[in-house]
Structures are given as C-alpha cells and as structure tokens.
C-alpha cells in the first residue's frame, strides 16, 4: 500500500496557519475581503491549526459551543469574546489608518 502523496487543500492550509506570521497575513487578507463571515471562518481556520475549537475554548475561558457558533459565517461575536480568542494566540486587536493614495503637489 502506498503513502498518500497528496494532501487536502484544508490541510496544507491548517499545516501554513501553525506559522504566526502566515496566520496574521491570512487573517488580514480575510478582513480586506470586507466581509466579517469570511473573517470568522478565517479565525476558525487559525483556531484549528492551533489545537481546535475544544482547546481554544479552554485557553480563552469561552464556551465551546459558543465559540463554534461565533466562527461561523454569520456568527457574531463580541468585541470582548474576539479580544480572549486573539490573546490566546498572544495577539492583540488594534486599529491601522487605512493607506491613503498619495497625491503629487502641483509644481
């Protein structure tokens, strides 16, 4: 019986989310998307690469249930709720000025 040489497009991307920097940059780009759904499941994505929703549940000091509904497309999670998930990753949530285009000064 051969290995199995290829692996699921969930997986490899469960596997590059283990990486902090690679996390961050997926997460940001989830929020570009404009639609706080597609970050939810984002973070949901995190979550899984770093012990699932069980162990998440526990650090964060949330209830796992809740935490499964909060990282679903329409979840809605509390500012407070995001804060305890996003410390367990030993993150913080902060506020960027939005890149404005620069103009040229007239000669």
């Known amino acids: 019986m051969s290995e199995k040489l290829t692996t699921s497009y969930q997986e490899d991307l469960v596997e590059r989310l283990k990486d902090t920097g690679y996390a961050l940059g997926y997460l940001n ?3 570009e998307d404009g639609d706080e759904g597609v ?3 984002g973070l949901r994505h ?3 690469a770093h012990g699932g929703i069980r162990g998440l549940s526990k650090k964060a000091k949330l209830n796992r249930e809740h935490l499964f509904r909060m ?3 329409h979840g809605n999670p509390r500012l407070s709720n ?3 998930l996003v410390s367990t990753f030993g993150w913080k949530i902060a506020l960027a000025e939005k890149n404005r285009p620069h103009l040229k000064k007239a000669a």
């Open 71 to 73: 990282l679903s497309k």
């Open 82 to 84: 995001l804060r305890s």
């Open 29 to 31: 780009a989830c929020l």
């Open 46 to 48: 995190v979550a899984e």
């Open 39 to 41: 970050f939810l499941l």
